[in-house]
């Protein structure tokens, strides 16, 4: 009589886990459908995204910049090369020096 039970209780139990690998596989399959609906979105979002760089780039080459733009990057421009600058010399200063530590600075200024 034992033996009937514990064959039984094997039984729902292997049951219940198909039960639960098939609820499973449907909940995945409701999450990959979620998933690639996403991802299409995602991806006219990048291709409006890219639309609207190759329509600016085509403004940019025919010089149909708007000014503040222009004077905008003309200052980045600037700032960038003053910067370069900056670092040459701090190049330079570092190969004199040889190493920089926080007490040469200190002393030199």
């Given amino acids: 009589m034992a033996k009937k039970k514990k064959t039984v209780s094997k039984r729902t139990s292997k049951q219940d886990v198909i039960n639960q690998l098939i609820a499973n596989n449907v909940a995945l399959q409701q999450k990959m459908v979620n998933l690639m609906g996403s991802m299409h979105n995602l991806s006219n979002r990048m291709d409006k995204l890219v639309g609207i760089f190759q329509k600016a780039a085509e403004s940019l080459e025919k010089g ?46």
């Fill in 64 to 109: 149909e910049a708007k000014e503040p733009m222009h004077a905008k990057l003309s200052e980045l421009l600037e700032q960038n090369k003053k910067l370069a600058q900056g670092l040459v010399l701090l190049e330079d200063f570092v190969k004199k020096r040889g190493t920089i530590s926080p007490l040469n600075l200190k002393n030199e200024f």
